[in-house]
């Protein structure tokens, strides 16, 4: 009798446990997708097909940070998506489906990931030729080459043009995957106008972010660094430290999409003295939390300071420049911000793929809500392809110009 009450009481328990840990769980059911009309060769994969997308479909419609989704008849759409994506004959054909489906949502931090680029994402590893591309007058031209890549290999240079990718003109995308080993053709203009065909083979490379140091004239400092998270936060923390004397810091966000929110609040506390409003963050039900800077251990970096942003600035990098601005503590300096500052979460689907969804709205210190809009800088800048082929960055100039300033 004893041992048979301790298994009932522990059966209670583990049931009141199974019970709490299914109340954050995923509740509304996908609308119904009839298979009559699929081959019995291609059951299993519309089977499969359709637990990813219910997955997809039901996280949406249970938390994203818009209850009423825009508007839209969530079951209506996921009727007919989900039959779509029964029918999709591949991962890119799924994936199409499922982002094709919440493209109405109007929202930068919502859309499917496949599970290629869902485990690059997890593991910082990718197959690619190591070179970066921005957008400078209405053409791509590579900024950025990544040392002992492919690409530096292959004696691609910074301030190259773009023309085409395996035969195909580029447009507006420019994201590309690759496999280990693919043999990669691009046409570029060089540096005198010139066609330059350049064969490269994808290999396995670090996406790893990256940091940057060092001095600038007059004593400042530039820094760069790549994502909001634990190792960029504690590196710019010690340099920072560092560099406490240094009249005036260059922070560069150019490159920065964003990260977490923790590593956001105690990034933002290295440069006040006190903790500081970082704006407000809004749930689906219309809860508002203030979030603070985080002070404990903080640099108290009290020289000038000048935050570099443009496109490619997102989410927290962005939500950082505002909030700083908003303060009156730093300069912004170059082009508009992304626009893309919804906090999100990143949740697995059954084949390994995820669903980035957004579950918080944000609205700056000061009350402007940024998503949609961007963060417009106090000093703009416009690039030219001139000055990056010459070597000068324009952005830094101007940061130093107003880090000089009285």
């Known amino acids: 009798m004893h041992g048979r009450g301790k298994i009932a009481v522990g059966r209670a328990i583990f049931a009141a446990l199974c019970l709490v840990a299914l109340a954050g769980c995923v509740s509304t059911p ?12 291609r059951l299993a994969q519309a089977q499969a097909n359709l637990a990813v997308f219910e997955r997809a479909w039901a996280l949406v419609a249970d938390r994203h940070y818009d209850a009423k989704l825009g508007g839209m008849d969530w079951k209506t759409r996921g009727e007919k998506f989900g039959a779509q994506a029964a029918a999709a004959k591949d991962e890119a054909a799924l994936y199409a489906v499922l982002n094709t489906m919440v493209e109405p949502l109007d929202d930068s931090h ?50 190259w043009i773009a023309l085409s990718r395996n035969g195909v003109p580029l447009g507006a995308r420019t994201r590309f995957s690759a496999t280990e080993g693919e043999r990669i053709n691009w046409v570029f203009l060089d540096a005198a106008d010139r066609e330059v065909p350049v064969s490269a083979v994808a290999r396995t490379l670090s996406t790893a972010p990256r940091q940057e140091a060092r001095a600038l004239e007059g004593g400042f400092v530039y820094l760069r660094f790549d994502e909001f998270d634990g190792p960029d936060r504690r590196w710019l923390g010690r340099e920072l430290t560092k560099h406490a004397a240094a009249p005036g810091v260059v922070v560069d966000l150019r490159r920065n999409p964003g990260g977490e929110t923790l590593s956001l609040g105690i990034i933002v506390g290295e440069f006040f003295d006190r903790r500081v409003d970082c704006g407000t963050f809004i749930t689906r039900d219309g809860s508002r939390s203030v979030k603070h800077s985080w002070q404990l251990g903080s640099a108290n970096y009290a020289g000038k300071v000048a935050v570099l942003v443009d496109s490619a600035t997102g989410s927290a990098a962005e939500i950082f420049a505002a909030v700083l601005q908003d303060h009156g503590r730093a300069t912004i300096v170059g082009r508009k911000t992304a626009g893309a500052v919804l906090a999100s979460r990143f949740y697995r689907l059954p084949d390994g793929g995820e669903l980035q969804l957004s579950r918080e709205d944000y609205v700056a210190p000061k009350g402007r809500r940024i998503e949609g809009t961007g963060v417009e800088p106090d000093v703009k800048v416009e690039r030219a392809l001139a000055d990056l082929r010459a070597g000068r960055d324009p952005d830094i100039e101007a940061a130093l110009r107003v880090l000089r300033a009285p």
Not at 30 to 41: F, T
Not at 127 to 154: C, D, K, Q
């Open 30 to 41: 996908a609308p119904r997708v009839s298979l009559a009309g699929i081959p019995p060769e």
């Open 110 to 159: 919502t859309h499917a990931i496949a599970p290629k680029r869902a485990r690059e994402r997890r593991t910082q590893q990718s197959a690619r030729t190591g070179f970066a591309m921005t957008r400078i007058e209405n053409r791509w031209v590579v900024n950025e080459v990544l040392p002992g890549s492919p690409a530096a290999e292959a004696g691609i240079q910074a301030g």
